[in-house]
């Protein structure tokens, strides 16, 4: 079975940085697209960034642009998301996902979640 394991979230305060990981296993990692997502309470999931299969390639909403930075690790099959400058509208549940061809559209497969909370 596929599965994606997200971590690393928690409580921070605003301006501070937080790096959320997601192990992956049962596939093969690097024939993966791979991104984050999230979703804050009353809202809908929204798309946050993605990296290609090599990691040569980058995709980021606008509204996190500049302060995260996605990365990947094909030899460890993790997925990072190293968040600085948090804002509490930065607070929500974090979820990776994986995809063979584009993850911001209709991943095949998503993690449990992670939640982050960024106080003011």
């Known amino acids: 079975q596929v599965q994606l394991v997200e971590s690393g979230g928690g409580l921070v305060q605003a301006g501070g940085s937080l790096r959320l990981s997601c192990a992956a296993s049962?596939?093969?990692?690097?024939?993966?697209?791979m991104g984050w997502f999230r979703q804050a309470p009353g809202k809908e999931r929204e798309f946050v960034a993605s990296?290609?299969?090599?990691?040569?390639?980058?995709y980021y909403a606008d509204s996190v642009k500049g302060r995260f930075t996605i990365s990947r690790d094909n030899a460890k099959n993790t997925v990072y998301l190293q968040m600085n400058s948090l804002k509490p509208e930065d607070t929500a549940v974090y979820y990776c996902?994986?995809?063979?061809?584009?993850?911001?559209?209709?991943?095949?497969?998503w993690g449990q979640g992670t939640q982050v909370t960024v106080s003011s």
């Open positions: 990296i290609r299969y090599s990691g040569g390639g980058t």
């Open positions: 996902a994986a995809d063979r061809v584009k993850v911001s559209t209709a991943p095949n497969y």
């Open positions: 049962g596939l093969t990692f690097s024939s993966y697209v």
